[in-house]
């Protein structure tokens, strides 16, 4: 029902609860609304529009009211009128009684017709009429909120970046967490997990230094600790419920602090109203996942959220969704410590190829090609990056050299055609598969041996030097590679890409994959794993914290490599060749200062030969063990 009315209207909504009507009775439920509305009601205020929703066990009834030199407290009071008249018209309304009554002013009309919008306006416009999140429901809801605030706090352990699954941050939660239904759900997980958190820390008697998420209050995360070990001591008011004593706890943090969102309200802009209701609960989160982080200081090595989140509850869907999540990641984890061997082990036969082709002749690099034809795909993708940067002309100058192996010719010859053809805006084939099938000839795909993988990289063997001559037409160039340490920098630089690696989000991507390949050199020889080490894309970057960064990663290659070896008590290693390497394990052995003024490339260097060396003797099964040595913390 709609008419025309003057000044700004007001918008009311009210809703009367009551006994569910019969199946037959619902419709004579709703039109007795009806009837009310339209014939009933005597008041001097004028509906210029309203609308009748019915639901098990009450309605909700849309009005519009016209606002001519009508007030805000005389339309409430109209109304409220209007409800009790609602509840009091026919006999079969008396049942019901008056439950709520907003009201608000109507700024404009829904369209020229009517005041209200149509009752399918969201399906027309292709509008959601809900979040997606509310339409989980509770329980879904509230298992989302744990695994949101235990993924938080894992990212509070690792400050300044996200940890690896699920990619967020503590910061993140605590910004959106402001959107409905978020704001509920987060903070009675968070509240719930204090308690529980601070109970589990007193069993075992185990307090860690307090923790402070980033840009949180120091003061609010440390007293908020203070009161969840009270809380989770005391009896709280008779409340054993861990939902209900961390509400209670929050309640009082927020009180103590005037966190509460009573003072917002007063302002009448609405934008401000929510800038600062949202930046209260930021503040009260922040200082909870802080003291969460803390009192579940013990359980940094959890590897997802989950694993967080069942230490702090006895819900067993939590337990079931934890043991899934679990396996998943030891397979993963299993599945990429294969391909992050495959990768190291190529990339250090490359490596080896254009830097120190000797190291392949010996009994480790026969172990090392035999190893590689069981990943000869892994091998394929790195000698086919190694090949594209070296370009067609640079190949086909090695080509020239009597000592390549007649056996390559051919396909090699055909792999340069193919590359060629790249440039060739004729050339109607698939120029990049004719170039992956011309190597995969080269090393014999279908029946890979150790012979013909050492044959194609003595290709590489030959060809790297000439990129420093005139067969190179690129030479000296931007983008170009101009020498061997050029190649190898440059294929070390996105390791996991050129080895085509598919890594879970639990894995390190190219930093895993480099250290590693610093490990297979090192079963090679010391000295291999420290030149390759100098090569780290770190010891390249503009970022000031990133040489400090690679002086203490290169430390810990030393300390672990000791810690290693003292824990098989193998027999003591020769020292390592160079100079450098002896100083740097020596100091670290007797526990005295390293030296700080060496540039960090040849503190690096140093620092991976000297490990390499503290390993020895190594075979290239070792040198699997040897990865935790330059990628574990």
Request: glycine share 6%.
């Amino acid at each position: 029902m709609s008419d025309e009315g003057n000044d700004v209207p007001y918008l009311g909504q009210i809703t009367i609860t009551g006994p569910e009507p019969e199946l037959g009775r619902r419709q004579h439920f709703v039109d007795a609304l009806a009837a009310a509305m339209t014939e009933g009601w005597r008041s001097l205020r004028k509906v210029l529009d309203h609308r009748i929703i019915g639901y098990p066990g009450g309605a909700v009834i849309t009005v519009v009211l016209d606002g001519d030199g009508l007030d805000f407290e005389e339309a409430a009071a109209a109304l409220a009128s209007l409800g009790r008249h609602l509840t009091t018209w026919s006999p079969e309304l008396l049942a019901y009684r008056l439950q709520q009554v907003e009201v608000a002013k109507l700024d404009h009309r829904w369209d020229e017709e009517h005041w209200l919008p149509p009752l399918d306006h969201d399906r027309a416009d292709d509008r959601p009429a809900w979040p997606l999140p509310v339409l989980m429901g509770d329980p879904l809801q509230e298992l989302a909120a744990q695994y949101l605030v235990a993924g938080a706090v894992r990212s509070v352990w690792e400050p300044g970046k996200r940890v690896n699954y699920p990619s967020f941050t503590a910061r993140d939660v605590a910004l959106g967490a402001a959107e409905y239904p978020w704001h509920r759900e987060i903070t009675t997980a968070l509240g719930a997990m204090l308690i529980q958190a601070a109970r589990r820390e007193a069993e075992d008697n185990d307090y860690a230094p307090l923790i402070v998420a980033e840009g949180a209050s120091r003061e609010f995360a440390d007293d908020l600790v203070q009161r969840a070990r009270q809380t989770a001591d005391d009896a709280t008011d008779g409340f054993a419920d861990d939902q209900m004593r961390g509400q209670l706890l929050l309640q009082s943090f927020v009180e103590a602090h005037e966190l509460g969102w009573t003072p917002a309200a007063d302002d009448d802009n609405h934008d401000r109203r929510e800038a600062h209701r949202s930046e209260l609960l930021r503040q009260l989160l922040d200082a909870g996942f802080g003291a969460l982080a803390t009192m579940c200081a013990g359980l940094q090595d959890v590897r997802s959220p989950w694993e967080l989140a069942v230490e702090l509850t006895d819900d067993p869907v939590v337990a079931v969704i934890t043991d899934l999540e679990s396996d998943r990641i030891d397979e993963d984890i299993d599945s990429d410590t294969c391909e992050v061997w495959a990768a190291a082990t190529s990339h250090a036969a490359v490596w080896a190829a254009i830097h120190r082709p000797d190291l392949l002749d010996i009994a480790v690099g026969a172990e090392l090609l035999d190893d590689l034809t069981g990943s000869i795909d892994t091998l394929h993708q790195v000698v086919h990056s190694a090949l594209v940067m070296l370009g067609d002309a640079v190949i086909a100058a090695a080509l020239e050299d009597p000592t390549l192996p007649p056996i390559l010719l051919t396909p090699i010859r055909n792999f340069i055609a193919a590359q060629r053809a790249i440039r060739d805006e004729d050339y109607e084939g698939d120029a990049i598969d004719d170039m992956h099938c011309a190597l995969e000839t080269a090393l014999g795909h279908d029946d890979p041996g150790p012979e013909r993988l050492r044959e194609v990289l003595c290709l590489i063997t030959i060809a790297a030097p000439l990129t420093g001559t005139d067969a190179n037409p690129e030479l000296g160039q931007q983008g170009y590679i101009s020498s061997p340490s050029q190649l190898s920098s440059a294929l070390l630089r996105h390791a996991d890409e050129h080895a085509a690696l598919d890594l879970s989000p639990e894995s390190h991507g190219d930093g895993g994959a480099r250290l590693a390949t610093i490990a297979v050199l090192a079963a090679l020889a010391p000295e291999a794993a420290g030149a390759m080490a100098a090569q780290l894309p770190i010891l390249d970057q503009a970022d000031p914290r990133s040489e400090p960064a690679a002086r203490d990663q290169a430390l810990r290659w030393i300390h672990n490599a000791i810690e290693q070896t003292n824990a098989l008590e193998t027999e003591a290693s020769p020292d390592p060749d160079s100079s450098d390497a002896r100083l740097v394990l020596t100091s670290a052995r007797d526990h005295r200062p390293i030296p700080s003024d060496w540039p960090a490339r040849r503190f690096v260097a140093a620092a991976a030969e000297a490990s390499a060396a503290v390993l020895q003797p190594m075979t290239l099964e070792d040198a699997a063990g040897a990865i935790e040595v330059f990628t574990g913390s």
